[in-house]
């Protein structure tokens, strides 16, 4: 029989150990302070940042650092628009420049998809033809961008999400691309933009 000494002792040992693991799970102490800002982009990015299953939300894994920056930056300010990213990149917790360096800084040193959504594969020569002839000059001829170059990595990203991006680009809605990358889209067919998104989303497996 416990008399009420050790009833007592009981109870505090039970209040001390849900003191503890409250103050475990505040501290997070198996999350780095980078995985910690990560954490609310899961459920939209997946845990290793590589876009959604269905190539809609894009691979962030490995992309440039000054372009990840710069891209939280212009939808916090509204110059690049999509509803799900100004609401999310209107937090508080990403008011500071600093957090969002080192979040893109994380998310720059993760390993990208390997195996990305990608087209139909059907006029691949035509998209290779395209992307060396245009595209490679700024994205690099491995289309993984190249250091002091605003244009982003784009080999191995999501088909869905990079058609759509470069549908946008060619229509202006993205007006922070370059003229030169948003003429050289108007001028494209649609079936040659169907091939150039497909030729890229393959170029990450040269990993
Ligand atoms: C509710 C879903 C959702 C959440 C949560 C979310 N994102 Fe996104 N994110 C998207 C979608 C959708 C796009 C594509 C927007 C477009 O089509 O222009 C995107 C695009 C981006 C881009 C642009 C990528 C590129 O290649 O241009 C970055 C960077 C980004 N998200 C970072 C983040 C970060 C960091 C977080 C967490 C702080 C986050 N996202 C949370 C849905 C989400
Ligand atoms: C003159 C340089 C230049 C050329 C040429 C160019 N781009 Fe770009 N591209 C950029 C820059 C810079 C950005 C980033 C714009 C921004 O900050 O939003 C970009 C962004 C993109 C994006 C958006 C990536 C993302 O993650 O959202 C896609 C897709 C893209 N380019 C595809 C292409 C394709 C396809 C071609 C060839 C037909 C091409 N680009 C040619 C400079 C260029």
């Given at each position: 029989m416990l008399n009420q000494y050790q009833?007592?002792?009981?109870?505090?040992?039970?209040?001390?150990?849900?003191?503890?693991?409250?103050?475990?799970?505040?501290?997070?102490?198996?999350?780095s302070g980078a995985s910690r800002l990560y954490a609310p982009c899961v459920p939209c990015h997946q845990p290793n940042?590589?876009?959604?299953?269905?190539g809609g939300i894009p691979n962030l894994a490995g992309q440039r650092k000054r372009y990840l920056e710069k891209q939280l930056s212009v939808f916090r300010s509204g110059a690049r628009i999509d509803t799900a990213m100004q609401i999310v990149t209107a937090h508080?917790?990403?008011?500071?420049?600093?957090?969002?360096?080192?979040?893109?800084?994380?998310l720059s040193e993760l390993d990208a998809n390997p195996r990305p959504v990608n087209g139909s594969g059907v006029?691949?020569?035509?998209?290779?033809?395209?992307?060396?002839?245009?595209?490679?000059?700024?994205h690099g001829v491995d289309?993984?961008?190249?250091?002091?170059?605003?244009?982003?990595?784009?080999?191995?990203?999501?088909?869905?999400?990079?058609?759509?991006?470069?549908?946008?680009?060619?229509?202006?809605?993205?007006?922070?691309?370059?003229?030169?990358?948003?003429?050289?889209?108007?001028?494209?067919s649609?079936?040659?933009?169907?091939?150039?998104?497909?030729?890229?989303s393959r170029l990450g497996n040269l990993n």
């Amino acid at each position: 029989m416990l008399n009420q000494y050790q009833i007592f002792q009981g109870k505090v040992l039970q209040v001390a150990l849900m003191l503890a693991i409250v103050s475990v799970a505040h501290s997070a102490p198996a999350l780095s302070g980078a995985s910690r800002l990560y954490a609310p982009c899961v459920p939209c990015h997946q845990p290793n940042a590589w876009g959604s299953p269905d190539g809609g939300i894009p691979n962030l894994a490995g992309q440039r650092k000054r372009y990840l920056e710069k891209q939280l930056s212009v939808f916090r300010s509204g110059a690049r628009i999509d509803t799900a990213m100004q609401i999310v990149t209107a937090h508080s917790s990403l008011n500071d420049k600093n957090t969002r360096i080192a979040l893109a800084g994380y998310l720059s040193e993760l390993d990208a998809n390997p195996r990305p959504v990608n087209g139909s594969g059907v006029h691949l020569s035509v998209g290779q033809e395209l992307f060396a002839h245009i595209c490679a000059a700024c994205h690099g001829v491995d289309g993984r961008g190249e250091l002091n170059n605003p244009a982003p990595r784009i080999a191995g990203q999501h088909y869905p999400y990079l058609r759509r991006q470069i549908e946008e680009g060619a229509s202006l809605h993205k007006d922070l691309a370059p003229p030169e990358m948003t003429s050289a889209l108007r001028g494209m067919s649609s079936q040659e933009k169907d091939a150039v998104a497909d030729y890229i989303s393959r170029l990450g497996n040269l990993n």
